[in-house]
């Protein structure tokens, strides 16, 4: 159950990033923050990248960290652009944006360095105990 539970998740981050990022400006609040709309974007693709990566590592038990980031990093540089793409061709109010991909990586490479500090550390105090 807790496997269906991590999926789930991770597909509803997926959808949840696909309608912030197609929806039309007009219909959000505008807030001027210098640099929000990457922090954003780095943010969602951090948990983009923790929620995958938590699937994949019950998914696919046999494939390494190094197998599993670089999916992920992949995965999410793809949707990412998918998703600038859509906002050039699908809306009025959006253009594409190459420094948005760039946090959306950014944010899955912190994730992954996240990820990697963690599994170390766990390791090291299992091998303690």
Not at 69 to 90: D, K
Not at 103 to 116: F, Q
Request: aromatic content about 18%; some cysteine; overall charge positive.
């Amino acid at each position: 159950m807790e496997h269906k539970r991590r999926f789930f998740l991770a597909v509803l981050w997926t959808l949840a990033i696909a309608v912030a990022c197609l929806v039309s400006v007009n219909e959000v609040p505008k807030v001027t923050v210098f640099g929000k709309d990457k922090t954003i974007h780095f943010f969602f693709y951090f948990v983009f990248t923790l929620l995958w990566f938590l699937f994949l590592t019950k998914e696919l038990p046999k494939w390494s960290f190094g197998q599993k980031a670089f999916f992920i990093l992949g995965s999410s540089f793809l949707y990412g652009g998918i998703i600038e793409i859509g906002q050039e061709l699908f809306t009025a109010s959006r253009k594409a944006d190459v420094y948005d991909v760039i946090a959306n990586v950014s944010g899955s490479l912190v994730g992954i360095l996240v990820l990697l500090f963690m599994t170390k550390s766990a390791k090291n105090s299992a091998s303690k105990k």
